[in-house]
C-alpha cells in the first residue's frame, strides 16, 4: 500500500512538472527526487533515533552512525541534486481543502537529518567545505518543503533550525580560516526570509478556507465534518458537540446541517478577512506584529465567536494558525546572529583576536530592531536578543559560538 502510494505520489509529481520528459534528468520538478529518495531511503529503526541525535549535536559519532551515512551516500547526492532545481511541487490536491493529503513529514525529517549528521561526520574530519554544503543543501530542501501549508511550514523551520547549529558548530571549527570564512558566508548571502515562507502558508489556508465554504465543493464544510473533526490532522481542529447547548453553537450546526448559502458566504468573507489581518501584520515590526498576532486577533476571534456562528470556525482554526509567526521570527533571528557572528569570526581570522564591539555589518535583533548584545566568554562569544521571545517564556534568546582551541 505504502508502495503504491508513493509510486502514484511519483507519477503525479512528474506529470505536474513544467516539462514531463522521461528523458530529462534531473527533472524540472524537485518534488520527483524527494519522492524517488523516500522510497529507497526506508526508515532504519535500529540506527534513525542515533543519526536524529547526532545530527542535532546531542550524541556522538559511533560506528552505526558511520555505517548508515556511508550506505546512503546516493541518497544524500540525490538530495543535493533536488535542492538546485528551482521548482517544487508537492502534487497536494488543495482542491480537497483540509482533506488534501499531505505526505512526506517524517520523510522530510529522515532526509534533513541523515544530511545534518553527514554535515557533522565530514566536520569531524576536518572537511570543511563539503560539511558546509550538506547544510546548504538542508537549508535549500527546507525551502523546497515549507512551499505550501503551514504544517509544512512548520516542518521547514524545524530543519532550518538544525541545520542553522551545526552551521554555528562548524563556524567555531574554521574560525581562523578567512577563506572558508567568506566562503560559508558567501552561501547564506542567498537564503530566502524564513518570515516570508511561513507568510506563503497563509495564502495557502485562504484557498483550503474558501473550499471549505464552497457549496460547489464536494469537501465543503457538512455536518459531520463538523461534529465528526473529519479535518486533516493538520488543522487543529476539534469538532463542535452535536448535543451543543450555546445558542451561537446550536445556530451553527443549524445552519451547516441547512447548508445555508448565505451562512457560508458570511463566514468565508470572516475567515478571509482575518487572514488577510494576520498577513497585513506579518510586514510589521515584531512588537506591533506580536501584538496583533498573540493579543488582538485571538480576542477579536473568542469574542465574536460567542455571538456570531460565522465566527466559530475561524476561532478554533486560526489561532493554531497565528503561532508559526513566532516560531518564523524565532528562526530568522537564528539566521540573524550566525551571519553577525560569521562577520565576527571573519575579524578574528584577519586580526587573530576577536574584536571588542560588533562590526558595523551585523544584523539586527527582529524583536526589537536593535543590536544584539555581544559579550565576550571564556570560550568564545555570545550573541543575546535584547527583547523577549515571548513563546519561549520571556527568556532572551542566546546564541553561544565556541572557539576551538
Given at each position: 500500500?505504502?508502495?503504491?502510494?508513493?509510486?502514484?505520489?511519483?507519477?503525479?509529481?512528474?506529470?505536474?512538472?513544467?516539462?514531463?520528459?522521461?528523458?530529462?534528468?534531473?527533472?524540472?520538478?524537485?518534488?520527483?527526487?524527494?519522492?524517488?529518495?523516500?522510497?529507497?531511503?526506508?526508515?532504519?529503526?535500529?540506527v534513525m533515533d542515533k543519526i536524529k541525535e547526532y545530527a542535532k549535536g546531542?550524541?556522538?559519532?559511533?560506528?552505526?552512525?558511520?555505517?548508515?551515512?556511508?550506505?546512503?551516500?546516493?541518497?544524500?547526492?540525490?538530495?543535493?541534486?533536488?535542492?538546485?532545481?528551482?521548482?517544487?511541487?508537492?502534487?497536494?490536491?488543495?482542491?480537497?481543502?483540509?482533506?488534501?493529503?499531505?505526505?512526506?513529514?517524517?520523510?522530510?525529517?529522515?532526509?534533513?537529518?541523515?544530511?545534518?549528521?553527514?554535515?557533522?561526520?565530514?566536520?569531524?574530519?576536518?572537511?570543511?567545505?563539503?560539511?558546509?554544503?550538506?547544510?546548504?543543501?538542508?537549508?535549500?530542501?527546507?525551502?523546497?518543503?515549507?512551499?505550501?501549508?503551514?504544517?509544512?511550514?512548520?516542518?521547514?523551520?524545524?530543519?532550518?533550525?538544525?541545520?542553522?547549529?551545526?552551521?554555528?558548530?562548524?563556524?567555531?571549527?574554521?574560525?581562523?580560516?578567512?577563506?572558508?570564512?567568506?566562503?560559508?558566508?558567501?552561501?547564506?548571502?542567498?537564503?530566502?526570509?524564513?518570515?516570508?515562507?511561513?507568510?506563503?502558508?497563509?495564502?495557502?489556508?485562504?484557498?483550503?478556507?474558501?473550499?471549505?465554504?464552497?457549496?460547489?465543493?464536494?469537501?465543503?464544510?457538512?455536518?459531520?465534518?463538523?461534529?465528526?473533526?473529519?479535518?486533516?490532522?493538520?488543522?487543529?481542529?476539534?469538532?463542535?458537540?452535536?448535543?451543543?447547548?450555546?445558542?451561537?453553537?446550536?445556530?451553527?450546526?443549524?445552519?451547516?446541517?441547512?447548508?445555508?448559502?448565505?451562512?457560508?458566504?458570511?463566514?468565508?468573507?470572516?475567515?478571509?478577512?482575518?487572514?488577510?489581518?494576520?498577513?497585513?501584520?506579518?510586514?510589521?515590526?515584531?512588537?506591533?506584529?506580536?501584538?496583533?498576532?498573540?493579543?488582538?486577533i485571538p480576542e477579536k476571534l473568542a469574542n465574536d465567536a460567542k455571538k456570531?456562528?460565522?465566527?466559530?470556525?475561524?476561532?478554533?482554526?486560526?489561532?493554531?494558525?497565528?503561532?508559526?509567526?513566532?516560531?518564523?521570527?524565532?528562526?530568522?533571528?537564528?539566521?540573524?546572529?550566525?551571519?553577525?557572528?560569521?562577520?565576527?569570526?571573519?575579524?578574528?581570522?584577519?586580526?587573530?583576536?576577536?574584536?571588542?564591539?560588533?562590526?558595523?555589518?551585523?544584523?539586527?535583533?527582529?524583536?526589537?530592531?536593535?543590536?544584539?548584545?555581544?559579550?565576550?566568554?571564556?570560550?568564545?562569544?555570545?550573541?543575546?536578543?535584547?527583547?523577549?521571545?515571548?513563546?519561549?517564556?520571556?527568556?532572551?534568546?542566546?546564541?553561544?559560538?565556541?572557539?576551538?582551541?
Amino acid at each position: 500500500m505504502r508502495i503504491a502510494l508513493i509510486i502514484t505520489l511519483t507519477v503525479l509529481a512528474t506529470l505536474l512538472s513544467p516539462v514531463a520528459q522521461a528523458d530529462t534528468y534531473p527533472p524540472e520538478n524537485a518534488a520527483v527526487l524527494y519522492y524517488k529518495i523516500h522510497f529507497y531511503y526506508p526508515p532504519d529503526s535500529d540506527v534513525m533515533d542515533k543519526i536524529k541525535e547526532y545530527a542535532k549535536g546531542d550524541a556522538e559519532l559511533d560506528e552505526d552512525i558511520v555505517k548508515h551515512l556511508d550506505k546512503y551516500q546516493y541518497a544524500i547526492k540525490e538530495l543535493t541534486v533536488a535542492s538546485k532545481i528551482k521548482h517544487c511541487n508537492w502534487g497536494i490536491d488543495f482542491s480537497e481543502g483540509y482533506k488534501a493529503l499531505i505526505v512526506g513529514l517524517y520523510e522530510f525529517k529522515r532526509c534533513s537529518w541523515l544530511l545534518v549528521a553527514d554535515a557533522r561526520r565530514l566536520a569531524s574530519k576536518g572537511d570543511y567545505y563539503e560539511a558546509i554544503d550538506r547544510c546548504i543543501t538542508a537549508e535549500k530542501f527546507a525551502s523546497h518543503v515549507s512551499g505550501d501549508t503551514l504544517i509544512n511550514s512548520l516542518v521547514g523551520t524545524a530543519i532550518s533550525a538544525m541545520s542553522d547549529k551545526c552551521i554555528m558548530h562548524i563556524s567555531s571549527q574554521i574560525h581562523g580560516d578567512e577563506d572558508a570564512l567568506k566562503h560559508l558566508r558567501s552561501k547564506l548571502v542567498d537564503f530566502e526570509s524564513r518570515i516570508g515562507r511561513v507568510k506563503e502558508g497563509f495564502w495557502v489556508e485562504k484557498q483550503l478556507v474558501e473550499v471549505m465554504f464552497d457549496l460547489k465543493s464536494p469537501h465543503r464544510l457538512t455536518y459531520d465534518m463538523l461534529t465528526g473533526s473529519m479535518f486533516h490532522e493538520s488543522s487543529g481542529f476539534k469538532e463542535i458537540d452535536p448535543k451543543a447547548k450555546k445558542p451561537v453553537e446550536k445556530k451553527l450546526i443549524e445552519e451547516v446541517k441547512a447548508q445555508n448559502a448565505l451562512f457560508y458566504e458570511k463566514a468565508l468573507i470572516y475567515y478571509i478577512g482575518i487572514i488577510y489581518d494576520a498577513l497585513a501584520a506579518f510586514d510589521k515590526p515584531y512588537a506591533e506584529a506580536s501584538e496583533i498576532l498573540s493579543k488582538q486577533i485571538p480576542e477579536k476571534l473568542a469574542n465574536d465567536a460567542k455571538k456570531k456562528p460565522e465566527a466559530i470556525m475561524a476561532n478554533k482554526l486560526i489561532p493554531s494558525c497565528l503561532k508559526v509567526y513566532g516560531l518564523a521570527v524565532r528562526s530568522q533571528n537564528s539566521l540573524n546572529a550566525l551571519k553577525t557572528a560569521l562577520e565576527i569570526f571573519i575579524v578574528k581570522a584577519k586580526t587573530g583576536k576577536l574584536p571588542k564591539k560588533l562590526p558595523a555589518n551585523a544584523l539586527k535583533d527582529l524583536y526589537t530592531g536593535k543590536a544584539m548584545v555581544y559579550e565576550i566568554t571564556d570560550e568564545g562569544f555570545t550573541l543575546r536578543c535584547q527583547g523577549p521571545d515571548t513563546k519561549r517564556d520571556k527568556k532572551k534568546n542566546t546564541y553561544i559560538f565556541k572557539v576551538k582551541k
